[in-house]
């Protein structure tokens, strides 16, 4: 199975990479997300407030791409380090912020993500070895 969940966040980035982040409609009322406790309105968020935090967060930004730089899978988890680039609406000056996330299924259906500021974080939570 861990291979087929790398395969289906591959893909999901792949969408995002050319601004394309409609893969926000497969997740479920199930889905949890948790966010960095650095980002604005941090905290967790369960279904359709998930989904709405993540809608929100794209929409903050023109041009917004999300692109992978590295895929781990462990299990039901894929641990994931991301850049993601965009413009703040109305300003010329692009946008760089890298993340690292761990993303977690339950027979083959997306239940968790949680994103981290630092990859060791990441590593840690996916019970990934260095």
């Known amino acids: 199975?861990?291979?087929?969940?790398?395969?289906?966040?591959?893909?999901?980035?792949e969408q995002a990479a050319v601004g394309d982040f409609s893969g926000l409609a497969e997740m479920g009322d199930n889905f949890e997300f948790i966010t960095s406790p650095?980002?604005?309105?941090?905290?967790?968020y369960r279904g359709e407030a998930a989904r709405r935090w993540l809608r929100?967060?794209?929409?903050?930004?023109?041009?917004?791409?999300?692109?992978?730089?590295e895929i781990?899978?462990?299990?039901e988890k894929v641990f994931v380090g991301i850049v993601q680039?965009?413009?703040?609406?109305?300003?010329?000056?692009?946008?760089?912020?890298?993340?690292?996330?761990?993303?977690?299924?339950?027979?083959?259906?997306?239940t968790r993500l949680q994103l981290f500021p630092k990859r060791d974080q990441a590593v840690a939570a996916a019970g990934l070895q260095e």
Request: proline share 5%; charged share 25%; aromatic share 12%.
């Open 1 to 13: 199975m861990s291979e087929e969940n790398v395969e289906t966040v591959r893909a999901w980035y």
């Open 38 to 44: 650095e980002l604005p309105d941090a905290g967790t």
């Open 56 to 69: 929100n967060w794209i929409a903050a930004f023109d041009e917004l791409t999300i692109e992978v730089t």
């Open 72 to 75: 781990i899978g462990a299990g």
């Open 85 to 110: 680039r965009g413009r703040v609406p109305g300003g010329k000056a692009p946008i760089e912020g890298r993340w690292w996330g761990i993303y977690t299924f339950h027979d083959g259906e997306l």
